[in-house]
């Protein structure tokens, strides 16, 4: 096996476990544990695992927010399916709101041409793949922007977002669970989250299998505020029928 495909075997380990070894992952990968300490030294030099003693940790189960730059091309097959799914949940017409997130970002480059849609977004990544879209009037909201999302938070933000109304919000998350509902990082973010999600009638919540089980530092929503969860079929079933039960009808595709 080549680093990079160890490499990717160790993260998506980490990803499903949470905590990686070393002495398990040479058993498992068949190379001395050295190779293992240099191959866990380079992912972390990646940024998406965390050295700790005698192993590593998925950066995801620390709450440490990724840049946008960095999770684009995470779990990319899933959120392709994530996303086409959840152009189901689109009115024939109408205003949606589309949160920030790479998700979100790629619902945002396959919405179709085939209907008028007002769009409400506080993400400069989904304004620059609707702007100038002739069937999609594109409404920008302004706050200070957030180097780690590329999107508007504040007061200024949530004063805009108290003006509109929208059909349907599609939301991204950083973790769901029973317990905790929608979390995130940063509180601002959650602030602003929440606020997209009560300027709606529904709320459609878009979160690969990663997503599951994560419980982030500040807290969006209860499950309950939630109509709908759109996930990839690698989530732990157990998970999200925990999720489904809390009140969500959960879309597995």
């Known amino acids: 096996m080549y680093a990079p495909e160890r490499h990717q075997q160790i993260l998506d380990t980490a990803r499903q476990r949470g905590r990686v070894e070393v002495a398990g992952l040479a058993r498992e990968l068949s190379v001395t544990p050295e190779t293992v300490r240099r191959d866990l030294t380079a992912l972390e030099r990646r940024g998406v695992l965390r050295r700790v003693h005698g192993g590593a940790i998925a950066v995801e189960r620390l709450g440490i927010e990724r840049p946008v730059a960095d999770r684009v091309g995470s779990a990319a097959v899933e959120k ?3 996303a086409r799914a959840a152009l189901d949940e689109l009115p024939d017409g109408g205003s949606v709101i589309v949160d920030a997130g790479t998700t ?3 619902f945002a480059e396959l919405l179709p041409d085939d209907r008028e849609l007002t769009v409400v977004t506080h993400s400069l990544a989904v304004a620059n793949a609707l702007a100038g879209r002739p069937t999609i009037t594109l409404h920008l909201l302004g706050g200070l922007v957030r ?3 590329l999107a508007a938070v504040g007061e200024w ?4 977002i108290a003006e509109v109304f929208a059909d349907v919000a599609f939301m991204g998350t950083n973790g769901i669970s029973a317990e905790r509902g929608l979390t995130t990082p ?4 959650a602030r602003v989250k929440k606020a997209l999600m009560a300027a709606s009638r529904r709320t459609v919540v878009l979160a690969d299998h990663s997503k599951f089980g994560r419980e982030d530092f500040a807290r969006v929503a209860p499950l309950n505020e939630v109509d709908t969860v759109v996930t990839d079929g690698a989530v732990d079933a157990d998970l999200a029928d925990d999720v489904e039960r809390s009140g969500p009808r959960v879309l597995i595709v």
């Open 80 to 82: 392709e399916r994530i």
């Open 104 to 106: 979100t970002v790629r």
């Open 147 to 149: 180097a780690r999302t």
């Open 157 to 160: 933000t949530l004063a805009q």
């Open 186 to 189: 940063d509180i601002a973010e």
